[in-house]
Nanobody, 121 residues
Framework: QVQLVESGGGLVQAGGSLRLSCAASGSIFSVDAMGWYRQAPGKQRELVAVISSGGITNYRDSVKGRFTVSRDNAKNTVYLQMNNLKPEDTAVYYC???????????????WGKGTLVTVSS
């Protein structure tokens, strides 16, 4: 089994910064893409940022220039540095990882339980 554990959410004023972390552990042979999704109340879950094992990144347009996704492959950990936060960034942020399971050698998608980010105006 594979677990993803997020940390770093909280309450911040508009214009402030937060850094999210997510560590993958368990039956891991290798980790491909990692990233972050978010879901605001009453809305669908949406991609925020993703990073490949080789460091190629992709962001949704609304966070480009403000958010930075990075990873530490040795620690199977992905980070999301969020700067100049806006009230519309308020959401539950979910960590995502595409993991090759060491027991089955199958690739599967795993999700964290989510961490709440609240940006006050």
């Amino acid at each position: 089994q594979v677990q993803l554990v997020e940390s770093g959410g909280g309450l911040v004023q508009a214009g402030g910064s937060l850094r999210l972390s997510c560590a993958a552990s368990g039956s891991i042979f290798s980790v491909d893409a990692m990233g972050w999704y978010r879901q605001a109340p009453g809305k669908q879950r949406e991609l925020v940022a993703v990073i490949s094992s080789g460091g190629i990144t992709n962001y949704r347009d609304s966070v480009k220039g403000r958010f930075t996704v990075s990873r530490d492959n040795a620690k199977n950990t992905v980070y999301l540095q969020m700067n100049n936060l806006k009230p519309e960034d308020t959401a539950v942020y979910y960590c995502y990882a595409r993991v090759i399971n060491s027991e089955t050698l199958w690739g599967m998608d795993y999700w964290g339980k989510g961490t709440l980010v609240t940006v006050s105006s």
